[in-house]
C-alpha cells in the first residue's frame, strides 16, 4: 500500500545532539514538508521541497536542516542549535503542490532528555 | 499573509448531541483550498474534507458537514450525532494559490466526547 513512513516513533535526544528523523514516501509525490505540533500551537511548517535537490525553509526552519537527495525520502535533522526540540513532527507529501491534498505520516514524538 | 483562526480551544459534548467547529480564514488569494483534518490519539492527520474557494455548496457526508462562507471568510464543520470514536483535536487548514502547496493550520479544537 502506498503511504508515508515515519520512523521511529518515538525518538529521546540528549542536550546538545543532533538527530535525525526519517520520512519515505512512495506515493510518487513531488512535494515533501515537515511539520512541527506542540500542544495548543497547531501545526508550523519547518522546510518543504518541491522537487529532488530543492528545498525552502518554512516559518520555523532554525535549527534544523534537510535533504532531498531522492524524490522518495525526506529526512529532517534537529540540531543541536534548536533550543526547544521536544514536539511532535509529522511529514506530508502532496500532488500537485496540495491541490488535490495531502498525505501524512504517523509522525515522530522526539523529547529531549 | 494566510492566517487561520479556530477560537475554540476545546468542546466538551455527552454523546449524540450536535458539535460545531468554526474556522475563519485570512488571504488576500482570489483563490484558495480550504481543508479538515482529524487527529486522534494515535497522532496521524485523517483527512476529512477539501474545499476550493469557488464551489461554495455545502456537504454533508454521513455524520460530517461543512458549511463555507466567502462571505465571512468561514468554514465551519458539524458533527450530528457525536460518539466516543469523534474525540479528537480537529485542525482547520488553508492552501493558498501561491503558497507552493503549503498548508497553514488553525491551532487545533480538541472535541471530547463522553458516554
Known amino acids: 500500500d502506498g503511504g508515508i513512513t515515519q520512523s521511529p516513533k518515538y525518538l529521546f535526544r540528549k542536550e546538545g545532539q543532533n538527530v535525525t528523523l526519517s520520512c519515505e514516501q512512495n506515493?510518487?509525490?513531488?512535494?515533501m514538508y515537515w511539520y512541527r505540533q506542540d500542544p495548543g500551537q497547531g501545526l508550523r511548517l519547518i522546510y518543504y521541497s518541491q522537487i529532488v535537490n530543492d528545498f525552502q525553509k518554512g516559518d520555523i526552519a532554525e535549527g534544523y536542516s534537510v535533504s532531498r537527495e531522492k524524490k522518495e525520502s525526506f529526512p529532517l535533522t534537529v540540531t543541536s542549535a534548536q533550543k526547544n526540540p521536544t514536539a511532535f513532527y509529522l511529514c506530508?507529501?502532496?500532488?500537485?503542490?496540495?491541490?488535490?491534498?495531502?498525505?501524512f505520516g504517523s509522525g515522530t514524538r522526539l523529547t529531549v532528555v | 499573509a494566510q492566517k487561520v483562526t479556530q477560537a475554540q480551544t476545546e468542546i466538551s459534548v455527552v454523546e449524540k448531541e450536535d458539535v460545531t467547529l468554526d474556522c475563519v480564514y485570512e488571504t488576500r488569494d482570489t483563490t484558495y483550498y480550504l481543508f479538515w483534518y482529524k487527529q486522534p490519539p494515535s497522532g496521524e492527520l485523517v483527512f476529512l474534507i477539501r474545499r476550493n474557494s469557488f464551489d461554495e455548496q455545502n456537504e454533508i457526508s454521513g455524520r460530517y458537514s461543512w458549511n463555507f462562507q466567502k462571505s465571512t471568510s468561514s468554514f465551519n464543520f458539524t458533527i450530528t450525532a457525536s460518539q466516543v470514536v469523534d474525540s479528537a483535536v480537529y485542525f482547520c487548514?488553508?492552501?493558498?494559490?501561491?503558497?507552493?502547496?503549503?498548508?497553514?493550520f488553525g491551532a487545533g479544537t480538541q472535541v471530547v466526547v463522553t458516554p
Open positions: 506515493l510518487n509525490h513531488d512535494a
Open positions: 506530508a507529501s502532496s500532488i500537485n503542490r496540495g491541490r488535490v491534498g495531502y498525505t
Open positions: 487548514a488553508l492552501r493558498a494559490t501561491d503558497s507552493w502547496g503549503k498548508l497553514q
